[in-house]
């Protein structure tokens, strides 16, 4: 099962097979399957771009095979990569066949050559790169920088409209401001209540809720009208409270009030 | 990279030692001062330089060639520095400016200054309806929009305040005369928000206190 | 303080500006890049130093002053900055520990980002042959020496990595295209991207765009 008896050629070699098991012991130093194929294509001491893919197949495979043997789980990256690397190594083997598609044994074992050398080309650039003079090993900067104070300008903006719009609203506002002044006409109920608290106490007798009204209000109408309103509901409220009857003998009539006898 | 090994007409007189030509020992104290964390003394400066080198000498030729430069070599008690030479300061400085909208109330304030001037704090508070916060008009101030005009001749003489030939500069206004009446900003449509009648005074949501607002005379005022 | 008009032969043919002679920008440009760590631009410089000045002709003045001296001032992408002699760092104390050894993953991917970029995750994978750990991506970026750039424009957009200017200033580079053996490696193709012919394994387990990955490549690092 570890040979193929149909293929002599690729027997393996004793040294291929030590070789094979060094690695296995080593297999959780890889950095994946490239790794291991750059690993072992050293091995063959060749320039990586005279490098025989199919010799390179062989090896890959037999890591495998031992790996297999001694029990060692592999990653799936690196028996994907013995599934491609068999199929390669028959492509390159067997006689091409005219009728099927896809890419020749040479395309794939050239690009898996490329692959090699652009790996094998980063890893001495990555070399290079840190062994250049290195800024806090080799060159310095500056040991005590200056700091740099940031002033923060505010600069305030305005435009004329700005400024217009906002007079505009501080004039709309005094133009409202006689509205509320109107308010001057208007008798509210708890201003009524307040003057009839402070009266009641007196109206021993039935008195007409009309000598209620504050002094000055009974001449304009609109002030009359308010004072009157106020005050009737000011009655009806100390009904309420207890503190007052309400009577009115007819439509029209006169409506009075007089002190509840009980309170107080 | 390689250390060049400069002039050699600059230091032939002590071939003795195997120390650098002074020139190079110059180089040597400039790369350690620049790079030190502190202030560096001449005691350490030879510690960490080559054999029989003299940093002291190094370092007054140092020195000198930093005179006048942008950045000095200067003395820190028994140690040595660079520093920014001391007129450059200026440069350590980034400034950036944040452009903001005025507030509301500062525009207001500046709104009433420019159109009733010559006026008072009291006048202004009375025609905004709320107090004028001493942040505000110091702001204005500051500005230099509005700047403070003649006393008062009224009892307390108070301080009134005119706007200012920046205030004009900015709003492009020749004086304070072409600011647009009240029919024009009228006729602008700047007044046009009538409130609903018997209702609240649309203005200021937050201006609590423009109810209290007397209906002090802004006709008065307006008639400077 | 004030920028004094110095020597009269000295900058004759600018008597427009009210800008400082070229000597005191020189000093200028001399004090703010000895006061910073990291490089600046010459943009930054201009925006500090007073109107009218030209940072950029002073700096090439500054740059011959320091050429051979124990410091220098160096490119930095578009910085500028001022760093010790590359032939003198036996003399600093190694303060800086590097704070963490960066594995050999991470170096290569670096490696990797740096003649490749822009580059995508995929592609990094494919070239290395097997996953890049999430970690190994965050640290580079952590130490600010990778950073993300523009997405491609392929099917799911992927993110693409390039180095910043923190890398070149690191690695005592000016640009990208300084990188050691860039040209080389170009010549050879192997800075190419070629589509795997059928379907070779490309890298790790998770990269389904490997396959999609473009032709774009590193011809774009020069068309920035």
Redesign the interface.
Known sequence: MNDDPTDNVEALSVAERLEAEALIVDVDGF?????L?LTLSRTQKVDLRKVSVLQLARQYLSFVDKAKELRIELA??YL??A??LAFLKSRLLLPPDPEEE??SGE??AA??A??L???Q??????A???G?????????????????????????????L????????????????????DRDKVWTMEQALDRMRGMIGFAGTWTDIASYLPDGWSDDPQMRRSATAATFAASLELVKEGRVHIRQEDTFMPIEIRRAENTR | ?SADQGDPGEAPQEPLFDAPILAEQERMVE?IL?????PVTVRELNARMPHGCDAAEALALLRKRYEGRGVNIVRVGDSW????AADLGFL???????????S?A???T???I??HQPVTRAEVEE???VSVSRGTVD?LLE?EWIRFGRRRMTPGRPVTFVVTETFLD????ESARD??G?KE?RA?G??E???P???A????EG?VD??E?P?AG?SELFED
Not at chain 1, 162 to 168: G, I, R, T
Not at chain 2, 81 to 84: C, F, G, P, Y
């Open positions: 950095e994946g399957p490239l790794d194929l799936a990256d994907v990569m599934a491609w896809g890419p395309e794939m690009h898996l490329f692959q050398e652009r790996l080309a980063m890893r001495e650039m990555a290079r790169l840190m250049r003079d290195r800024l806090g090993r080799d060159i310095f900067a500056r040991g005590i920088p200056e700091r740099v104070e940031h002033v923060k300008r505010v600069s305030y903006s305005a435009t004329l700005d400024l217009m719009q906002a007079y505009a609203r501080i004039r709309t506002r005094d133009e409202f401001r006689p509205f509320v002044m | 990279m790369a620049f790079a030190s964390s502190e520095a660079i520093r920014t350590m400085q980034k400034e950036t400016v944040e452009a903001r909208k005025l509301r500062a525009i207001e500046l709104a009433i420019a159109y025609i905004r309806g702001q500005m900015h709003f492009g206004l600011l647009p009240l900003l602008a700047l007044l928000s009538r409130p009648p018997g209702g005074p649309t203005s200021g201006d423009a109810e607002a209906d802004q």
